[in-house]
């Protein structure tokens, strides 16, 4: 995740939601290290990922749309 110093947790733009799991959302957060993208279910965060550009943060969301994502406590 970004910095502690970006106080964003509640500020994101949804990027997609999952039509087979309705709980599993994209969304991009803006911080100071950067754009960010997270993919959650819930408050649990799956993934996270940071990019230099916004562009490129909806690019990989695209691309990681439809992709399965166990949930936090599924084992692997």
Known sequence: MACARCP???K??????DADDPD?????LRCCAGPELQVRRGSAVLL??????APAVAARAAE???TPFAAASDPA
Do not use: N
């Open 12 to 17: 994101y733009e949804l990027l997609w939601r």
């Open 8 to 10: 964003y947790l509640s």
């Open 64 to 66: 990681l749309r439809g």
């Open 48 to 53: 996270s990922e940071i990019f230099e550009t």
């Open 24 to 28: 599993v959302i994209a969304v991009m």
